[in-house]
């Protein structure tokens, strides 16, 4: 493991170690995550990079493209490096207007499952994500959804389960169930809601891995932000992941990009060490 990478963490009860700075590969799709890119080749020289670079832990779904983002995965990595470990999620289907809709019911859920298997070329997925319907759904029941994943699981084929878009009860509804080992849901330095939600996954060595580091489809923006990257002698987007990767240990870090030279700046904020002035500047832009 490579302390250059953010050093490392093991997701619990398995033998899955991972370098905290990985990479996410939704934006390897098309515009709207939708279709296929426009520079295909780019697409797979960023996979190949952020590989090469260290990294061994990816974020994908075949809800990306659909199929699209798997796929370059695929035609990047096959065979996989032993040591990569590839997180994909379920529970959401793409319409033919590119919108986002649910998609959870069991049969639902086991063809999902499948789509990954065979777009990856994988016989087991390493883990897979419950993403749990759609921001806004509060403590909707979970239970069933994981069941079917727990049913896969016995299968062989996923390996572990995680859970996404989900709030503390419903993460404590799912572990009932089955050992669950991250959790993926919105974070960053602004948007802060799940502040106590980390501090209770890291008490109980579960990873948090926050989607949209870098503010996503609206990238962060903040004159504080501007400053400390200053002072840092770095980017703001830089800053922003050093600032989650000494949030909490427990902080596994999949931020996306489709352009190598945004993967380099951001895989170099891996070494990056934020003073303890720069982060409580840095938290002050949340409770601004
Ligand atoms: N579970 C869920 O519901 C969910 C939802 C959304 C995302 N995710 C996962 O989370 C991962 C990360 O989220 P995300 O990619 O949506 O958002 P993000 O990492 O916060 O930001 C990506 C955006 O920032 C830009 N960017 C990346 N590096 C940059 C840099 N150094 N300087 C300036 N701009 C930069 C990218 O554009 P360029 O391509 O031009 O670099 C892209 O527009 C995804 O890949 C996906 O795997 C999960």
Redesign the pocket.
Known sequence: MSLSMGGSFTFPGTNLTVNRMGY????LAGPRVFGPPKDPDTAVAVLKEAVASGVDHI??SDFYGPHVTNQIIKRALHPYPKNLVIVT?VGAKRGADASWNRAESPEELRAAVDDNLRNLGLDSLDVV?M?VGHLGLGDAPVRGHVEVLAQLKKAGKIKHVGL??VTAKQFAEARAVTEIVCV?NEYNLVHRGDDPFIDQLAKEGVAYVP???????T?LQSSTLSEVAKAAEA?P?QVALAWLLQRSPNILL??????LG?LR??LAAAKLKLSPKMIERLDSIATA
């Open positions: 996410g590969a939704m934006q974020d994908t999620k994500n993403r996404s878009n993926q989607f949209f580091p870098l503010g996503g489809f990238p980017t987007m999949i931020p996306g990009t489709s352009s945004h700046e951001n």
